[in-house]
Every structure is written in C-alpha cells, then in structure tokens.
C-alpha cells in the first residue's frame, strides 16, 4: 500500500512570507502528527489530529497552525515566516496514534530566505 | 516538559562489535517505541515496547524497557555498515498522547 506522501518536497519562500504543506497519511490512518527536525533541536512535535479534531500540540508559536480533513489528509500552515523555520517537516500517520508505531513521510524541507 | 535523553549522542563501532544505546526519561512512561533514521531519510518504526522489563528482539536488535518504566535501551550484535544511522526513542506518558523524541545516537561503522 502506498506509504504517507508529503508535498511539495522542496520549498523556498521569503521571510514574512506564508506556506502550507501538504500530508496524505496511509489509507486506514486516522492518526497525523507533524514534526520540525533541524540539527540543532532534533525532532520537535508541533502537533497531532486525530479525526480532524486536534488532540494534542507542542510547544510552537500560534503561527504554526494545522488541520485535517474527513479523509484524514492533513495541511499546516506556518504563517510571517522567519528564517530559523527553515527546517525538514515530517508529518507521520498512525492507525489510531495508540497502540501503534507512526509511518513517516520523506518530510518538507522548507528554506527561509 | 517531558525530558528525555538519549546517550551516547554518537556511537563509532568497529563493524562486527556489540554496542548499546540508551534512553532515559524523567518520568514513568506508557511506552516507548524506537525509530532508525538513515541519513537523509525519514525515521522509520522499529519497534513499541509497553510492559515493564519487556524485552523484544529483531534479528540482531534486543530491545528493553526499564523494570521502573522510565528507560530503555537498544543493543546491537555484530554491527554491520547497513546499521549506520541515527536511532531515536520517542515516548509517551500517561499524562497525554503526544509521542516526545530523544536526541538520538548517531551510529557511525568503521569498516
């Protein structure tokens, strides 16, 4: 079965500027969590859907927003971009975000200018 | 905040040794699951552990988790070049969902 497809794979944008990323997790999959990875802070946890409901969040700044649809596709947004965003963005889908490992995606790497 | 560390932070074994990597939190956990990350690729799941003192194994890989539920640990036998790669524990307590990663140990093999 297909595994979780992140798009665009490469992004460049400017600071100020705003992205949304794209996140399609395993079919079956109702559980999408999103992380930051840089070299500095290893994998930082931005936040987890579940059933389109947010169900828990990490420590990020209210410009990084998410949400999920009803077939469980996911998007985050990060708005007024800064240049310490430039990061990988990986989002992971679980079958209930439980009792499961997560499946992740090969991640955005999003680069602030 | 949840804290967990992960030691060593790098690991260079000569192919064919035994090492271990170790991970350690600062409060009782629900489970703890491992991840492999090959450089410049995505972590992928290994394994969860959930009861106190379980030990998994996978081929080579033991897997443990601490009899306090509050560590864990991933022993390699007869590392080979295919093990290089950067191993994350990532946990859960029972206080909430979100699953909480480790700085990882970075593993090197020196052929």
């Known amino acids: 079965k297909a595994g979780v497809t992140q798009t665009p794979r490469y992004l460049i944008k400017t600071r100020g500027q705003q992205v949304t990323l794209s996140c399609s997790p395993i079919s079956g999959h109702r559980s999408v969590s999103w992380y930051q990875q840089t070299p500095g802070q290893g994998l930082q946890f931005l936040f987890e859907y579940f059933s389109e409901t947010q169900r828990n969040k990490g420590n990020f700044p209210g410009r990084f927003s998410g949400r999920q649809f009803s077939n469980s596709r996911s998007e985050m947004n990060v708005s007024t971009l800064e240049l310490g965003d430039s990061a990988l963005y990986l989002c992971?889908?679980?079958?209930?975000?439980?009792?499961?490992?997560?499946?992740f995606g090969s991640g955005t790497r999003l680069t602030v200018v | 905040g949840q804290q967990v560390m992960q030691i060593p932070q790098y690991q260079h074994v000569q192919e064919g040794e035994d090492f271990t990597t170790y991970c350690n939190s600062s409060t009782t956990l629900s489970n703890i699951q491992w991840y492999k990350q090959r450089p410049g690729g995505h972590p992928v799941f290994l394994i969860q552990?959930?009861?106190?003192?379980e030990v998994k194994k996978q081929k080579r890989l033991t897997f443990q988790f601490g009899e306090a539920k509050k560590n864990s640990s991933l022993h390699i036998t007869a590392t080979q070049t295919t093990d290089v790669g950067t191993y994350f524990c990532a946990v859960k307590t029972a206080a909430g969902n979100k699953l909480t990663f480790g700085g990882g140990t970075r593993v090197l093999v020196k052929p």
């Open positions: 992971a889908s679980s079958l209930d975000g439980n009792n499961y490992g997560y499946t």
């Open positions: 552990l959930v009861k106190s003192g």
